[in-house]
C-alpha cells in the first residue's frame, strides 16, 4: 500500500513527567481507537519506517514509527506504547527526555586519491566517515564520496608517445663484425630482453612486406631488444607501457605502421626465431 504522510510541525522534546501524563491519556485514547497495539512485534519502530504502520478503528492510516512525531500522524496511543517503550529499552539514555531525534554526524574529508590515469584524463576522489548514525527521525548523511576530473603527467607519459621501429630478426645487430677496432671489441654488449605485444591495428601496407604480413589485429607477437639498439636510458625507444596503447612502424614496409598493447617484459631473453627487433 502507498501511503501518503503528512507534513506536521516537530513535538520536540518532553520530560519524563510528561511521557508519564501522554502514557495515562493514550490509554484512555486506546478505548476508542486502534493503532499501535494492534500491531505485530515489533509494535513501534525507530527512525523514518513508512511501513510502520496501523489503522484506526475509523480506518485511517497512522504510524509508529519514531519519524511520525516529525509529520503529526502518529496512532492514538503511539505515546502509551512506543514512548514507553523506548524509555524502557533506553532508560540510561532518556531518563530526563524521550525520543529525541539525532542528526547524522560526519567527519572532515580525508585526502584525494591518485589520478586513476597515469596519462591523460581520468578521476580522482574523497571520502569521509559518518561519526554519529542518525537515529528518531534525525537528519540523513551527506553524502560520503565526493569525484572530480584530473590528467595524468606522469613521467612515463613520455614513453607511451614514442613510436617503435620494428624490423625482422634476420637484421640483427649482435654479428661479430672482424673490421672492427679492437677497442670496441671490448666493450660490454647488454643483454638483450624481450617485450611481447598484441596488435590492435595494421595498415593494408603491411600485406605487401613478407616478414610484415603476420602483423595482424589481435595477434601477439615477440620483439627484441637488442643491447646495442639500446639507447642511454639501456631501452629501445618504442618498447611501450603496460596495458596502454603505443604505436609501431615497419622500417622497411612504406606505409605499414599501427599499434600495440604491452602484455609483458621479460629479461636477459631472446624472442623465437622469425620474430621481431627493434631498431
Known sequence: MVTMRAFGASLGCVWVVACGYLAALGMLLQM????CTDRANPKCCTGRNNECFEFTRRKAV????TYCQKTGDCCADY???CQISVQNASAGELRTECCKAI??????WGPWSECSSLCGEGSKERTRQVTVPPRN???????LKQRRGCFGHSPVCNAAEEVAKILPDSYKRNFKDPWRRPHILMKEVK??????FRVKQASAACRLGLWSRPLLRERSVC????????GSRSRCEGD??????TFWTAASVPGCQGSWVRESSREQCTCPQHSLIFV
Open 32 to 35: 476508542a481507537e486502534a493503532g
Open 62 to 65: 497512522c504510524f509508529c514509527d
Open 79 to 81: 505515546q502509551a506504547v
Open 103 to 108: 542528526d547524522c554526524v560526519v567527519g572532515s
Open 137 to 143: 527521525g534525525g537528519t540523513p548523511c551527506p553524502d
Open 191 to 196: 643483454p638483450s630482453y624481450c617485450v611481447q
Open 223 to 230: 620483439i627484441e631488444c637488442q643491447g646495442e639498439a639500446m
Open 240 to 245: 611501450g607501457l603496460e596495458a596502454t596503447r
